[in-house]
């Protein structure tokens, strides 16, 4: 479904992709793990073109793209491949949810606008804002926005949904509303890329889990084999921090 | 002292009739100059080739010179080259057969564009990047995230700047007095040294740019509050 080979990213002179190969499968939720400044947002984001890869090539759904010279298309045709849900929600601040939702599809896949209409109110009505259609993304707490964003994104019925850690900027008591939603739409069999630091959401909803470090996969695994027995000492260092509930060491 | 308090009346009435005058060369100018600063703010933003170095030299030129030596360029250097060209191709059009105000037009919104491209700028910069990269990320081509989530938002930062321009504009359209275009301000001086009451007329003329100035300002306050309802927050 989604196949990523050798992508190297540089700012200058400093490498912070330094050949990433990744496969993801058709329903498969990965879940991308790493501190901060390891990559994995840049990655997350090449995937898509929001930052361009210096070298690699970016395969998702048989469409290929040579990251050496990519044509405008491409890029266009690659970004309609997927959706992102952004850490800080960008929503169009100037269109209401319901507007939002719409967008996409009347725009970009031409969708009749009332049709547009109905699966954009369902889809809200899923993520649990059906009495918030025409509220501005101003009016709007954290977590709804970002349900919004997500609605946004499943709107477009795409390939592959990229999340950029969809709950970093949000007040604790609110990421559980969001999480919530995700996990019900990881159920669905959506392919899901997921950069996140919520370590028991990722081991929970994640099919895979990959740890990226300074711009290089370190390790990757199912959940339990990586949270229960990485073989990386980096790894283990990295998930020390994040012990489950319960567990002390002193 | 000793002034005609009726003949300010009588002045102020007179110069209803060049109102229209003035609010053409103000909005015409101001319309075009918005449509060439906004091509020059993008070509500018997105560093066109060659035209991202013309773009720059056009707007030093422009906010480097006074707007009443661009009107006075333009009333003479555009009719020889028209006529140049006329007698190159044969055509039988004739500088002379230009209205004056045309001269206004071209030279303001010239003047306009250079200013109003870095409010454009400034507008468009100011607009959260994250919005153009959701849109990207829908699937929106370049062209559909501009003018579909870029510009609307923004023409809201924009608009307090915009209305300022306008208003500079609205009393720098005096200048035209220079081409023999019979403005508010023109009719005002005819006035005045026809029946030798300056102050009268020009107290008269001040009375009527004040009022078209709080109508721009009235104006502003309405699209502002329309446009902005989706700033306001904290009401669902």
Known sequence: MIKLTQIKKSYGRHQVLKGIDLTVEKGEVVAILGPSGSGKTTLLRCMNYLERPSEGEITIDGFTVNCKRPSKS??????????????????????????????????????????????????????????????????????QQQRVGIARALALNPKVILFDEPTSSLDPELVGEVLSVIRKIAREGITMIIVTHEMSFAQEVAGHVIFIDDGMIVERGTPNELFNSPKEERTKQFLKRYTPDGVYSI | MNIDLPFIWESLVELLTAIPTTLAITAVSMLCGLAIGTV????????????????????????????????????????????????????????????????????????????????????LQAVDKGQIEAA??????????????????????????????????????????????????????????????FFEAYIAAAAIYWGLTILIERLTAIVEKRINIYNRGGVT
């Open chain 1, 74 to 143: 491409d890029i266009h045709s690659l970004r309609k491949q997927s959706a992102m849900v952004f850490q800080q929600y960008n929503l169009f601040r100037h269109k209401t949810a319901l507007e939002n939702v719409m967008e996409g599809l009347v725009v970009v896949q031409k969708v009749p606008k009332e049709q547009a209409r109905k699966r954009s109110i369902e889809l809200l009505e899923k993520v649990g804002l059906g009495s918030k259609l025409d509220a501005y993304p101003s009016q709007l707490s954290g977590g």
């Open chain 2, 40 to 123: 020059v703010a993008l070509i500018r933003m997105y560093k066109v080739p060659v035209l991202h170095s013309v773009a720059a030299s056009y707007v030093t030129f422009i906010r480097g010179t006074p707007m009443l030596t661009h009107l006075l360029l333009i009333y003479f250097g555009l009719p020889l080259i028209v006529d140049a060209l006329s007698a190159q191709f044969g055509w039988p059009f004739r500088s002379v057969n230009i209205p004056m105000i045309t001269f206004a037009y071209i030279s303001f919104s010239i003047t306009a564009g250079a200013y109003l491209s870095e409010v454009v700028r400034s507008g």
């Open chain 2, 136 to 197: 990207y990320s829908i699937g929106m081509t370049t062209r559909q995230a501009i003018s579909r989530i870029v510009f609307p938002q923004a023409f809201a930062i924009l608009l307090p700047s915009l209305s300022n321009s306008t208003i500079s504009m609205l009393h720098g359209s005096t200048l035209v007095f220079t081409v023999s275009v019979v403005d508010i301000n023109a009719k005002s001086q005819i006035i005045a040294s026809s029946n030798w009451k």
